[in-house]
């Protein structure tokens, strides 16, 4: 066979047909630097995939039956259409023991660079009457298997439909790696994530270490785990990272000793030196209808096609670029795919003229999804009873509709429900009761419906920060207790009302809409004749107040003008403050919001009630708010509980906060001071934080944390956190630093929110565990913070950057894992390597960097608050270590090193 592709003028990448002792023909696959792989066609089995030292990686039994139709025990059999004993084929499918044939014309594959890659495409189609009787579909299974220049093993598998019926399957690419000794390895990924024990009948259960070590035979299928999983092997000193896109489930299995004695084609003790690790699509089979084509990375193809289904029936106005040819996960507008593009995770299409009723059996079909959100439209009909199949459910959005009929009665199967809002529709009957069953609603808002009966007890619901049951007009009062623990304007309008103040984000009662139920005669819960006098009693306030307006608008215009009649001397002694602030007052009285120089927002507070609010995230010093005002602005709303400030003190650090532009703090625009309320208006910014790009689900917006943006991240936040040290005369601590307070910019530089706070609240304020990892430990004594403080739990964040880990995470058997403490551990034995996250050793050339950050954060974490560089050093260290960098591109596929005491780091991709 033709050798694939040239280098140079010089050795070129080889393909050659040869023989095993069986006369059963093998490919062998060689790269210009000696790495090779050899492939079976019995099963189109990888046998053996060498670096080039000549050192294999896989692992294949000396007893391994190597005659057709036997499966062999060792390389990576491919399991198909079928894994395990789940279907009634023979364990694992046909495929691994049929005879594949080599391709000479592949269909072609639009992504695939053979630039320095030996390659080979080998066939499986179901032309057999053997495989026609024990599967009676028409399938081709087209397999190309590439060895790149830098030694990466590379599998694709295309599987199309030709029968004239649908077919499901399922795949696994059982990889057998060579390693030491199983109780040395470690295998990371597969944190937190469910899986099926197939040692006990494949129940489910989850994932509670930090990393999988081995003790004892293991035997399960983890279930949509990230793209990258990573073996290390502690005695090689070699990683093995498995890339596996498109394969959402992993299996690891290991036989252990007494299962091995079972095995005929395993020796005794061979199964010390092997670990299946498989990329693989199990838990959900993939199905194809005639002439489709399933290969790994493709769309989450089930999902797409209910969403075109529901997208037929209800015919929005604005168009969508929704079509069957195009990518549902980069493509489609509204949609967001879970990070291996297996599933659709959200539906967001406020506002775009969908009509009519929600057709059954469709965005029902979406048991993956977490976010739906169709507010704003023109839907009708009841709520849709399906929707009890979307079980990760957790924000729902369907305000501002035609919905009608009662609620559903069972909420408490949406366990994940965190937001609901569900206002302004024509919803009637009662609230249900089983809304006291969720135990992590923040947001509930059922405003504006026709809603009526009992108001059901919620006070159970401690995870709820926000309620709005306004204008139910038949909601029977009067309003329990707990209700009143919310601001007034949760509950106008149903009951009778206590006098009070509305409060912040609770959007004041709209015209109700003609189909709306009619206000009866009981404004506010009050007869007729009280409204109208207080009425009468609140237009008179309003005219003094415009008149008081009016007088100090005359007064500053005069004074601005320089010919006032009061100077401001006078001013001065009469109300004891400065004209401004003298404003500033009379604004508070009227609910103003104070704007910082130079900010270009115009909207008020009252815009601020007004707009869509969204539970960004509860921090240390109170929750924040994503709002979007009416002209579509989005600005982030800091509500801070627990301040002890007064009102002078407060306004005064705010002052100061507001004082600081500069590019990498998250500038603060306004803010609102009143008795009940304390508000802080920043810029939104759409990218998140970076606790939420490196731990949380990797959704829409999500920036691929590579070294490149870790380096900047680190450096933007080290450059603002200078600055806010060098604020108030070189005082100002800023006193939270932690991932979830920094965010990327435009640009992905790190930018520094949140500071200065600590000055106005309550030192009584309970400390929150999530704070408590990155504390100096002195600050955990005295409970003051200092800049030393700062630079401590800034080396946090840069350990968590460079380790890809949480400041305190646990492990199997709940163990409490401190970061600084565990990377102390792991470099004090010196394998440095093991630290870093496994998403940073795709790239090539900058382990010296890692290795130089590591040092730098870890001299922020040490114990003594005087040995700790100030936060000036820091931002020199660190821009040193970037501008020594030449430019860093990751590799498409990860590579086998040399073993000189390096970590060996290789990939069998898209396995
Ligand atoms: O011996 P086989 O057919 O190659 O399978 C090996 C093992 O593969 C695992 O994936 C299965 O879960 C085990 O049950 C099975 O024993």
């Known amino acids: ?126 032309s057999d009457e053997d495989t026609m009787r024990i599967w009676p579909f028409s399938f081709e299974f087209h397999l190309r298997v590439s060895l790149a220049l830098d030694g990466n093993l590379t599998l694709i598998s295309r599987v199309r439909n030709i029968n004239s019926k649908p077919f499901s399957f399922a795949i696994a690419y059982h990889t057998y790696f060579s390693i030491s000794d199983i109780s040395e390895v470690r295998l990371e990924g597969l944190e937190t994530l469910d899986y099926l024990d197939n040692m006990r009948d494949r129940e489910r259960f989850t994932e509670q270490g930090d990393a999988l070590t081995f003790e004892s035979e293991i035997d399960r299928v983890y279930l949509n785990s990230k793209d990258v999983v990573a073996v290390f092997d502690h005695e090689r000193k070699r990683t093995f990272l498995i890339r596996k ?102 539906v967001r299409l406020p506002g775009v003229g969908l009509n009519g009723q929600i057709p059954p059996n469709t965005i029902s079909r979406l048991s993956g999804l977490r976010v739906l959100s169709l507010r704003s439209n023109l839907i009708s009909g009841v709520f849709p009873a399906d929707f009890v199949e979307l079980k990760d459910l957790a924000f729902l959005y369907l305000q501002d509709n035609k919905l009608s009929g009662p609620l559903p009665l069972d909420f408490s199967v949406w366990k994940n429900l965190t937001s609901v809002n569900l206002s302004n529709n024509r919803f009637n009957g009662t609230i249900p009761g089983s809304l006291s069953r969720l135990r992590r609603i923040q947001s509930l808002n059922l405003a504006n419906n026709s809603l009526s009966g009992d108001i059901p007890d919620l006070s159970v619901v401690s995870s709820l920060q926000h309620i709005d049951l306004s204008n139910n007009y038949d909601l029977d009062g009067p309003i329990p207790d707990w209700l009143r623990r919310f601001p007034l304007s949760s509950y106008v309008g149903i009951g009778i009302i206590p006098p009070g103040n509305g409060s912040i984000f609770q959007p004041p009662p709209p015209p109700r809409e003609q189909t709306h139920q009619k206000p009866k005669a009981h404004f506010f819960g009050l007869s007729e004749t009280v409204f109208l006098l207080i009425v009468i009693a609140v237009s008179i306030v309003v005219i003094a107040a415009l008149a008081f307006v009016l007088t100090v608008c005359y007064v500053r215009r005069n004074l601005r003008r320089g010919d006032g009649v009061i100077s401001d001397n006078k001013l001065q002694k009469k109300g004891g403050m400065s004209p401004e602030k003298f404003v500033s007052r009379m604004e508070d009285v009227n609910n103003r919001l104070s704007f910082f120089e130079g900010c270009n927002y115009s909207f008020d507070l009252e815009d601020l009630l007004r707009a869509s609010a ?122 939270n630093i932690k991932s979830s307070n920094i965010f990327l910019n435009s640009e992905n530089n790190g930018c520094v929110s949140d500071l200065g706070l600590t000055a106005v609240m309550s030192p009584l304020a309970p400390p ?11 600050v955990t004594d005295t409970r003051k913070s200092s800049q030393l403080s700062d630079v401590y739990s800034f080396g946090v964040v840069l350990l968590e950057l460079l380790t890809g880990k949480s400041p305190i995470h646990t492990t199997a058997g709940d163990e409490i894992i401190h970061l600084v403490r565990w990377v102390h551990s792991v470099v004090r034995e010196e394998w440095t390597a093991e630290v870093f996250d496994i998403e940073l050793l795709r790239y090539t050339n900058i382990e010296e960097e890692m290795v130089e950050m590591l040092q730098i954060a870890m001299s922020c974490v040490v114990k003594a608050a005087d040995q700790r560089p100030k936060m000036s050093d820091l931002v020199r260290l660190i821009e040193n270590v970037g501008n020594r960098r030449t430019s860093i591109e990751p590799e498409p596929e990860l590579k086998p090193k040399s073993e000189n005491g390096a970590s060996e780091t290789s990939t069998p991709s898209e396995i």
């Open 768 to 778: 929150i565990s999530r704070q408590a990892g990155y504390r100096a430990p002195e």
């Open 614 to 735: 969204e539970v960004l995230g509860k921090g240390t010093f109170g929750t924040t708010y994503k709002a979007v005002l009416e002209d579509a602005t989005s600005v982030a709303v800091k509500r801070l509980k627990d301040v002890a400030a007064g009102k002078r003190d407060f306004e005064q650090q705010m002052e100061i906060i507001g004082g600081i532009k500069h590019e990498n703090v998250v500038e603060l625009k306004a803010y609102y001071y009143s008795k009940d309320e304390k508000l802080m208006v920043y810029d939104y910014f759409s990218r998140g934080s970076v606790a939420s790009l490196l731990h949380g689900n990797r959704g829409e917006n999500r920036i691929p944390l590579d070294w490149e943006t870790r380096m900047k991240i680190t450096i933007g936040a080290a450059k603002g956190i200078a600055r806010i040290h060098k604020e108030n005369n070189g005082k100002l601590v800023h006193g």
């Open 245 to 346: 896109e498109g394969l959402p489930d992993v299996v690891v299995w290991n036989p252990w000793e007494k299962k091995a004695r079972a095995l005929t084609d395993l020796g005794d003790d061979e199964y010390k030196h092997m670990l299946c690790v498989d990329g693989a699509a199990i838990e959900k089979p993939i199905t194809l209808k005639p002439g489709e084509e399933w290969t790994a990375n493709s769309d989450p193809l089930e999902d797409k096609r209910a969403l075109l289904e529901f997208l037929t029936i209800m015919r929005p106005t604005r168009s969508l670029n929704w079509n069957e040819t195009s990518q549902v996960c980069n493509i489609w507008t509204g949609v967001t795919c879970n990070q291996d593009g297996s599933r659709i995770i959200a």
């Open 1 to 126: 066979m033709e050798p694939s592709s040239g280098v140079g003028s010089e050795k070129r990448p080889t393909v050659d047909l040869v023989k095993d002792k069986n006369g059963t023909d093998q490919i062998l696959l060689q790269n210009p630097k000696g790495a090779s792989v050899k492939i079976s066609l019995h099963g189109g089995q990888v046998l053996s995939w060498k670096t080039e030292k000549g050192d294999e990686l896989l692992f294949t039994s000396s007893k391994a039956n190597l005659k057709p139709p036997h499966p062999v025990r060792g390389g990576i059999p491919i399991c198909f259409p079928q894994f395990g004993t789940r279907g009634s084929l023979e364990q694992h499918g046909f495929a691994r023991n049929k005879i594949w044939l080599v391709e000479n014309n592949p269909p072609a594959l639009p992504s695939f660079d053979p630039t320095g890659k030996a390659y080979v495409d080998l066939v499986l189609k179901s």
